[in-house]
Each structure stands twice: as structure tokens, then as C-alpha cells.
């Protein structure tokens, strides 16, 4: 059976699931998991996803960043449906279609998983070094800030304990007790 499993980021991102949805139903997914949570969350269809498969399914996926967060976990996601019996499939790898099936599609995507990850370091690496320049000419001043000291300062003077506080301004009980603890 072919299973596709779709993902966003963002509940903003609805075309992008559809478009998703959509190739996974037209390469014939039989049943279909899809969930618009960030990669870094907990992924509770994912997980349902991978626990209905069964051995000789095929799991359907547009690309691999979709699937997993880095090529570790990717990797790890492929050896367990291995040992599952269970073949990978990722429609969009540079153009070309991945069937984990096949060993030389393994190797591609071990490869081209490499590669993105190495990228997404080195794009990352550069935003680090932008922002330290930035910093350091004055450009780059961070959020902004969420509390009001002074308007802490002055309720917690009045008496006011840290959850009244939190629930007047508006912010998380944690931030007034950060501030209140702060030498």
C-alpha cells in the first residue's frame, strides 16, 4: 500500500500542504497523513503515520525535509522502515524521483541529504556572522522587548505579587520573576 505523509511548517502554509497532498494522491497514495506542525515540535501524525505501516508498505513523501529535521534523523527514519520491510519514496530530489527500495537511490539520498545539511550550516553560519557585523555597527538591536521594567518596578512596589503582575501586562509569570530576581 502506498501511505504519503504531508507536512507544513504553518497553518499559513495551507497551499503548500494542498500541492503536497495533491502529488501524493496523483503518485496513487492509498491513504494519507498530513499535519501543518514545525519540524522541532512533536509531529503526532508522523508518528501515527509510521505506526500504521506495515511490511511491503511504501511511504510517500514530496521531499525529505518534509519527513525529517537533518540527515541523522532521515537517515534513521529509512533504516527503520528498512527493517520494516517498508520502502521510502520522495518525489522531489532535484528533480529526480528516490525509491529506497533501490540501493543506489539509498546512496543518492544519503548524499543529497549530506548536502543539504552542510548548506543549511553554512547559510546559518553566514546569518551569525551578518548579525555580529550588524551588531557591532549598531544595526542589529535584537526583538524588541516584551516587558516594561519600569511598569513592573512600579506594581511590585504597590505590593502587587508576580502573577497579578504577569496577568496586568500581559507576559508570561517567568518574565516578571526574571526581572525580579536580577540583581
Known amino acids: 500500500m502506498l501511505v504519503g505523509y504531508a507536512r507544513t ?8 500542504l494542498e500541492a503536497q497532498v495533491r502529488d501524493l494522491q496523483a503518485t496513487g497514495c492509498e491513504r ?26 511504501v511511504l510517500v513523501v514530496a521531499k525529505p525535509d518534509r519527513l525529517a529535521r537533518n540527515t541523522a534523523e532521515l537517515l534513521g527514519i529509512v533504516e527503520s522502515l528498512k527493517g520494516r520491510e517498508v520502502g521510502l519514496v520522495i518525489l522531489s530530489m532535484g528533480g529526480e524521483r528516490l525509491d529506497t527500495r533501490n540501493p543506489t537511490a539509498t546512496l ?5 541529504a549530506g548536502v543539504a545539511s552542510w548548506e543549511r550550516e553554512m547559510m546559518l553560519e553566514r546569518q ?14 535584537g526583538r524588541k522587548a516584551t516587558i ?36
Do not use: H
Open 108 to 112: 543518492m539520498l544519503t548524499i543529497l
Open 148 to 183: 516594561s521594567p519600569a511598569a513592573i518596578s512600579s506594581l511590585a512596589s504597590e505590593g502587587i505579587g508576580p502573577a497579578a503582575i504577569a496577568k496586568r501586562l500581559g507576559i508570561a509569570r517567568s518574565s516578571v520573576y526574571r526581572f525580579l530576581d536580577a540583581p
Open 9 to 16: 511548517s504553518t497553518t499559513d502554509q495551507v497551499a503548500g
Open 128 to 141: 551569525r556572522e551578518g548579525i555580529a557585523k550588524a551588531k557591532a555597527e549598531g544595526k542589529y538591536r
Open 32 to 57: 494519507m497523513f498530513s499535519e501543518q506542525v514545525s519540524s522541532v515540535a512533536d509531529r503526532k501524525v508522523l508518528k501515527e503515520a509510521l505506526a500504521f505501516l506495515r511490511a511491503g508498505d
